[in-house]
């Protein structure tokens, strides 16, 4: 149980359109799922949480206005790179967190979704 | 605002030989704790977490870890590492059950033959 699913799972595109990366859990209800991002050969780090039906909380540094996110329902979140840029090339991880099995502090992760911009 | 200390970028080690990769983190009261394995291109699997209780926990694959709150620390053993255990390792550390996790830089683990 607790199977956390991103779409795609790689995706190429072309500087100044957009891409939109899809997260789902499953098996389970995220009431929280976060975003990471990753570059290469180096460590996670946290974009933003988004909880269902409000608005999302972004890091500090993080553009919210170039990384959209929404979260419409219990089981799917989604973050938009607006207007994209070879810099946002990397490695989008999604995490949710749920009541499976009542670990509501265990972060259940997607296997990442790699972008690449050209 | 928390943070976690992964001393070790790269590691090699013997297959067979034991393993502890270190862990420090910083937080004002009691921590989630969190090793999580990745391999190369992949997403994360948690191997192990220490919510509270016995201090030394043990995880999937052979691996357990103990924290120890006088040093802040919550390092990961194994007594016998396998080829398959390359990978990147990383700490990670919560302080509440809606927060993101603050992970360490990862420590690269490197399995001589």
């Known amino acids: 149980g607790a199977v956390v699913s991103q779409h795609p799972s790689r995706v190429i595109c072309k500087s100044g359109t957009s891409v939109k990366i899809e997260c789902r859990s499953l098996?389970?209800?995220?009431?929280?799922m976060f975003w990471y991002r990753q570059f290469p050969k180096q460590s996670l780090m946290l974009m933003a949480t988004?909880?269902?039906?409000?608005?999302?909380?972004?890091e500090q540094g993080v553009e919210k206005d170039k990384f959209l996110i929404n979260h419409a329902s219990l089981t799917l979140s989604t973050l938009t790179v607006t207007s994209a840029h070879p810099e946002d090339s990397s490695f989008y991880i999604c995490?949710?967190?749920?009541?499976?099995?009542?670990?509501?502090?265990?972060?259940?992760f997607g296997p990442g979704t790699r972008l690449t911009v050209t | 605002a928390q943070s976690v200390t992964q001393p070790d970028i790269h590691i090699t080690v013997s297959e067979g030989a034991s393993l502890e990769l270190r862990c420090n983190y910083s937080?004002?009261?009691?921590?989630?704790l969190f090793w999580y394995v990745q391999s190369p291109g992949q997403g994360l699997q948690l191997l192990l977490k220490?919510?509270?209780?016995?201090?030394l926990v043990q995880g999937i694959k052979g691996f357990e870890a103990e924290f120890k709150r006088s040093q802040s620390s919550f390092n990961l053993r194994k007594p016998s590492v396998h080829w398959s255990d390359a990978a990147e390792y990383f700490c990670a550390v919560v302080g509440g059950g809606a927060d993101g996790l603050t992970f360490g830089k990862g420590t690269h683990l490197i399995i001589q033959p």
């Open positions: 098996d389970f209800q995220a009431t929280t």
């Open positions: 995490s949710a967190i749920g009541l499976a099995g009542g670990l509501s502090y265990e972060q259940y």
């Open positions: 937080y004002g009261a009691t921590p989630y």
């Open positions: 988004s909880n269902e039906g409000s608005k999302a909380t972004y």
């Open positions: 220490y919510f509270s209780g016995d201090t």
